[in-house]
Structure formats: structure tokens, C-alpha cells
């Protein structure tokens, strides 16, 4: 892993990318891409031979890192017996991922849809509650990111709904739980869940509990803040779901397959959901792969009446192979244990040790490899240290972070005023001590635009 500078080739790569390739969630005109040579384990490396170790995770899926040999040899071996097939038909790598997928779903999620990746899930996961439930109306969760698709971004609690959003998709938005900026007036956990599960009563109530299909929620949600939810808050949720017939949807796109030390973070809280969305980690991004886990209540809805929805790649034979691969990795290298272990006994007390040092941490939250800084200018008055939905020069001293921390050799995850910790969850800890030491030296720059 000795990366060799090649900066010409670098240079084709930029251009050719500059001249037809259209970038997501991007004003095309004022971005500008790094070129990457290489990757491997927690690291990657750009044709000039500079180094990342990548807390970023990719955009949190690589939980096994990159080019791990055996999910590599598991892709070849697979393209090599058979690289596609249609979905109707029983393949052996489909059934097999379906099988190691339902063995570690709680409860009885043991029928598995496949999808091309997490929003075609929640896509999939809302139609199936409408069908089930024959009622039109879906409630998500402000602060949430449920992917790009059409339905997707209108069950989105963040701006990058806004431009898509005709408030014609059923969707009504609630405030879940989070105590440091309580929407609430709460004090404590205890008061935040309470008020939280009462606020949500009050909107089914006002929208109609025969109205609503589904209530959707990140288990913990990802991009939004990593916001864990008090205890006994998604058991109340679970509660209200049963009281008033809706479908409980986990969306565990993120949170998934080893990311919060559990194999999905439901289990965290001893929760089971109707549906369960996912995708990410499912197969460390290396091909594309997401699904819908589906309780035998919901699949009965459909045992004799036809599931009105289906994908061309639907449980792709190399997706699927890289999926069985990588559970086995998982499993066999314990790195679901990893992350619970190094979370508990290096990245929280770590990150607790920075807050302590750097006047622009507000607040520490999360678990296994699955955390996040909030960034602030007064810790006193809990002032983000940029606006929300901030560019331009609004977002100065987070762009400042984020240059401090590549400059230092990290890459970093940052989403509005926040910084994530969510290396691969394979990490070791010289390489995660490594990568929150520089996090250490560019937290200094934030610190310079406190009050």
C-alpha cells in the first residue's frame, strides 16, 4: 500500500471528469472532485501520493474497508460462474445473502426484497405499507435522510427535500427526540422521550390515525447527527404503531451491519419493526446492494395477492456474492465486536477528552463506529458554529475544518455543523488513534471562530 505518484494521469482523470460527468446534491461549476488513485483497508490515496485515512467511511458503507481480498476473490468467483441472472429465478448467492440476512434480522423479518440500494428500499417499504394497510399517509422524522428517489426525499427531513417537494407525496414531518436542541423544552432524557412520544400521539391524532400507513424512522439517525434515541423511545413508537395499526419502518441504510456495534441497531434498543430497510454495509459498498426485511404479517399481505413492484437487478449474483462474503468477513473476523469494543474503549472517551480540550465542541454522541462532533461558536448558548443549511462564506469555518483535517491527512465526514466518526468498523486502533489525533489539530481551527 505504497501509493505512487502519477500525476498526469491524475490530470486526464480530472478532466475527463470535468468535462461529462454530473455530480449529485452539486452546483457542477464550483465543485472540484479529488481524483483517486487507489484504495485499500481504512485508507485511500490521490494521484499525487497523498495519503487519507478515511473517517468517512465512503459515505458510510466501506464497514469492512476497502479491497478486502475475500469479498474481491467472492465478486471474481462469482463473475466467473454466472454475472447475472434475472431476478425470478432462485440463484444460489440470492438465497444464500437472503438467508444470512433474515439469521441476523430481529424477530421474524425473515423475507428479504432486494434492491439496488437504500432509497429503492424505503421506496419499496412505504408501497408495501400502503398495500398492507390500505391507508395513504406516512410520518417521518425533521432531521432524517431517507435517500434521493422521489418518495425517498419527500419522507427526507433535511433541505435536500426542499427542491423536490410538492406536498403531494403523503408525507407529515415530526420532531423525534433530541435533547440538545429539544424541540421540547426538555431537561432531561426522561422529559425529552416522554414530551417526543406525546408529540407524536398529538400529530396521529390531528392527522388521523386511520389515515396513517407507516411512521418511518432511522433507528439512529445517520446524516442528520447520529442523534441516539433515548431510552424507551422507540419502544413507544412500537406502542403507538400497534395501538393504531401502522407499520413501524426502520431504516437501517446506515446504522446497519455492524456500524453501532450490534448487526442492526435495533437491537440496541430491543425493538423489531415491521419492515426494515438496508443497504451500505449489507456488502461494504462494493457492489450495489440494498433491501427490505420483511415481517411474515406483511409477507402474508402478499403470499397470494402479488407484491405490485420489482427491479431488473434485483438481488444481483455479484451484489449478492459480495453480501455473503462479507457477513462471513464480519463474522468471522469479529468485526462487529471491533466496533462495539474500540467505540466503547477508544472513540467515546477520546472524543469526550477533545471536548474537554477544544471550546468548539458542544457535544459528543454516538456509538461503536458511530459518532459525531457537534461543532459550535458558544457552548454556553449552543450557537452552531455555521447556520443551518449554510454555504458559501456562512460555511467558512466548517469548509476551514474540513481543509485542516485533509491537510492533516484525514477525511473527514461533515454535514452542516457537525463532523462524524465512522471509520470502517475494522479499524484498528493504532489507525483510529492515528486519525483522532488529527481530528485533535484541526478542531484547532474550529476553536479559532469561538466566542
Known amino acids: 500500500m505504497t501509493p505512487q ?9 480530472k478532466a475527463a471528469d470535468r468535462d461529462h460527468v454530473f455530480h449529485s446534491w452539486s452546483a457542477q461549476e464550483l465543485i472540484d472532485p479529488l481524483a483517486v488513485a487507489g484504495a485499500e483497508g481504512s485508507y485511500f490515496w490521490d494521484y499525487d501520493g497523498r495519503r487519507y485515512l478515511d473517517f468517512s467511511s465512503g459515505l458510510v458503507y466501506t464497514n469492512v474497508g476497502y479491497q478486502h481480498p475475500k469479498i474481491v476473490a467472492a465478486i471474481q468467483e462469482q463473475a466467473a460462474k454466472m454475472t447475472t441472472f434475472a431476478p425470478a429465478f432462485a440463484v444460489e448467492a440470492r438465497s444464500e445473502a437472503a438467508r444470512l440476512i433474515a439469521e441476523r434480522t430481529p424477530g421474524d423479518l425473515d423475507k428479504i426484497f ?3 440500494g437504500g432509497a429503492d428500499a424505503v421506496e419499496h417499504a412505504i408501497r408495501m405499507a400502503r398495500l398492507h394497510t390500505g391507508r395513504p399517509k406516512v410520518l417521518s422524522a425533521y432531521r432524517s435522510y431517507h435517500g434521493g428517489t422521489q418518495q425517498a426525499v419527500n419522507i427526507t427531513g433535511d433541505p435536500r427535500r426542499w427542491a423536490s417537494d410538492s406536498a403531494t407525496a403523503g408525507v407529515v414531518h415530526f420532531w423525534a427526540p433530541y435533547l440538545y436542541r429539544s424541540r421540547f423544552y426538555a431537561e432531561t432524557e426522561e422529559q425529552e422521550c416522554a414530551r417526543a412520544l406525546e408529540h407524536l400521539e398529538t400529530t396521529i391524532a390531528f392527522e388521523g390515525p386511520s389515515t396513517v400507513a407507516a411512521i418511518i424512522l432511522e433507528t439512529i439517525p445517520g446524516t442528520a447527527g447520529i442523534m441516539v434515541p433515548p431510552p424507551g423511545y422507540l419502544a413507544g413508537v412500537r406502542e403507538i404503531c400497534d395501538k393504531h395499526g401502522i407499520v413501524f419502518v426502520l431504516d437501517e441504510v446506515m446504522a446497519g451491519f455492524g456500524r453501532t456495534g450490534e448487526w442492526f441497531a435495533a437491537d440496541l434498543f430491543d425493538v423489531t419493526p415491521d419492515l426494515l430497510t438496508f443497504a451500505k454495509g449489507v456488502n461494504s459498498g462494493y457492489v450495489p446492494l440494498g433491501g427490505v426485511a420483511i415481517s411474515g404479517a406483511i409477507a402474508e399481505t402478499f403470499g397470494k395477492r402479488p407484491y405490485p413492484g420489482g427491479l431488473t437487478y434485483s438481488g444481483h449474483p455479484l451484489a449478492c456474492a459480495a453480501a455473503v462474503a462479507t457477513i462471513g468477513v464480519m463474522a468471522e473476523e469479529g468485526v462487529v465486536e471491533n466496533a462495539a469494543r474500540l467505540g466503547e474503549s477508544v472513540v467515546g472517551p477520546e472524543l469526550r477528552a477533545l471536548a474537554e480540550r477544544h471550546p468548539s465542541v458542544g457535544e459528543v454522541r454516538g456509538v461503536g463506529m458511530f459518532w459525531a462532533l ?9 450557537e452552531p458554529l455555521v447556520p443551518y443549511n449554510a454555504a458559501g462564506e456562512a460555511n467558512a469555518p466548517m469548509a476551514a475544518f474540513a481543509a485542516a483535517a485533509k491537510k492533516g491527512g484525514l477525511w473527514p465526514f461533515v454535514n452542516m455543523n457537525r463532523t462524524h466518526v465512522v471509520p470502517p468498523c475494522n479499524i484498528g486502533e493504532a489507525e483510529l488513534k492515528e486519525g483522532l489525533a488529527a481530528l485533535d489539530s484541526a478542531l484547532s481551527v474550529a476553536d479559532e471562530y469561538t466566542r
Open 374 to 382: 457537534e461543532l459550535v461558536r458558544d457552548r454556553a448558548t449552543r
Open 114 to 116: 432486494f434492491t439496488n
Open 5 to 13: 505518484p502519477n500525476p498526469e494521469a491524475g490530470a486526464a482523470v
